[in-house]
């Protein structure tokens, strides 16, 4: 059984997994991108990179990896790339995943609705596409409402390297503080400005506190001028490497208040490293992670006073130490790449039935 992927750019989670799965496994792969603003690790080796092709190379590409493998694992199901993919299917009939961290919405225009309606609908009911949901739950619920059949819904978890982020000595660390952290992107959907309003509001009774905000974008300058006289918040740019492990090692809690999230990887990283995380109801990370777990509290993207409740509860030391060992065993010990590889091995298994 041969299998090609087709990934979406060479960000770090996705160099990390394709070393520890892809290449042991013998899969081959492209990149669709070939820049990703998440640092590539690099040690993989130069690949090729779809985008750089013409159409016409791209076409020819296209039908040599069909010719040559058994199964196809695709990122997303959107642009010309795909489409290409697709058309070129209906001839050679070969098994496509369709490998998604996308939660299901309904898009709120009527004509919107109905146009990704039937084009869903003609995608997902092939019989040669699967759908490889990144959560078992808003994630499959894409592929289920728009027409796909539940046998060929599997799950295909969004993991990162949980052994490079792992910090054994989690339970070392002082408490005296409590640090919560943001780790991302500062634009408009991360809600930066609301989670700051509410760790202000929740500072009032618990002095000994700090916000830390790590990333950088559009809004930081505004973000920075608004609130750099508070002496409990503080913007530390972007970090990388070695340097983003720090941040989670010298924090106790991540927030992650998107209004917009189909995952948020950086849940996993921060759990990986011992850390409880409070995350808003539109995180997808939080069926799978969050929900049931007890490794953090899910609150209100759109209520200041529900993350604040958060925060309070976090605050218990008995509440911190219980949810940090949660966070850390479900992580290393299920959330994982050997899940990963299991239901890797499944698809590939289904597809040859």
Known sequence: ????????????????????????????????????????????GKKDVFADLSKWQQWCYMRRILKKYDTIIFNGYTGLSFLMLFVLNLWYSKSIGIDSDTQYREPVGLFKRWGKRIYLSIVFGNKHTYGLAGGNYTHKDLFRKFGMAQERILLMPMVVDNVHFDNKKYKQKPT???CFVYVGRLIECKNIDFMIRSFLAYHQKYENSELHIVGKGAFGEVLKKKYESYGSVFFDGPKYGDD???????NHVLILPSTYEPWGLVVNEAMAAGMPVLVSNEVGAHYDLVDGND???VFDAYSEQSLVDAMRQISNIDTYKKYSDNAYNFMHNHWNYSLYRKCLEDFINKTTR
């Not at 983003?244 to 010298?250: A, C, E, K, S, T």
């Open 1 to 44: 059984m041969k299998v090609f992927a087709f990934l979406a750019e060479p960000a770090s989670y996705t160099v990390d997994r394709n070393l520890k799965v892809y290449v042991p496994m013998g899969i081959d792969y492209c990149y669709l991108l070939g820049d990703s603003e998440a640092k590539n690790t690099g040690g993989e």
């Open 176 to 178: 005296d503080i409590m």
């Open 244 to 250: 983003l492990l720090n941040v989670y090692r010298q």
């Open 295 to 297: 490794t953090g509290f």
